[in-house]
């Protein structure tokens, strides 16, 4: 990034994939995810020419966040169909996972979960239900993460918002 350079992930391995990166229990080796709106070689040069890529090295993301935003949100959303109970305060949400990599996140919101804390995983193409606590009178959920193995700077983990509609108290 200080050199203005494309992000690419590479190895240099010279035994078998398998003995280093284990890919029969979801490893692989370092990735990198070129976006571009066609899979055609010049379209692939301007990618990498204009530095449209983010590295995927063991579960960590690395890139730009004009690149990794747009992925990061497109692999984790929050299913609207929260339920709140009648006699407390809470909502009950989803984060769904479409992608390969596992997600950390640590919860940024003033929002608090019952029975989980601040910081949770969401598997691959799996979910994360989370009781929220919502304050009396609020008609919307809104959450914010720190994804904290999806880095858009040198320690500078992306921030992903959510925000849902509670249904009216029955």
Do not use: C
Not at 9 to 16: A, E, I, K
Not at 135 to 160: C, I, M, S, Y
């Amino acid at each position: 990034m200080q050199h203005d350079l494309v992000m690419l992930g590479v190895s240099d391995v010279h035994d078998l994939i398998d003995w280093d990166y284990s890919p029969a229990t979801g490893g692989h080796r370092p990735v990198t995810l070129v976006f571009t709106p066609d899979r055609s070689l010049e379209g692939i040069r301007k990618a990498l020419f204009a530095k449209h890529t983010v590295v995927w090295f063991k579960n960590l993301l690395i890139g730009r966040e004009a690149e990794l935003m747009p992925l990061l949100n497109a692999s984790l959303t929050l299913d609207t169909t929260t339920t709140r109970f009648q006699n407390a305060d809470v909502a009950l949400v989803t984060l769904q996972n479409h992608s390969d990599a596992q997600f950390l996140l640590q919860n940024m919101s003033a929002h608090t979960f019952m029975g989980d804390g601040d910081i949770l995983s969401v598997p691959p193409h799996g979910k994360a239900e989370l009781a929220v606590k919502i304050p009396q009178g609020d008609a919307r959920v809104a959450l914010e993460f720190a994804v904290l193995n999806a880095l858009v700077a040198p320690k500078k983990p992306a921030t992903l918002s959510f925000s849902a509609l509670l249904p009216p108290r029955a």
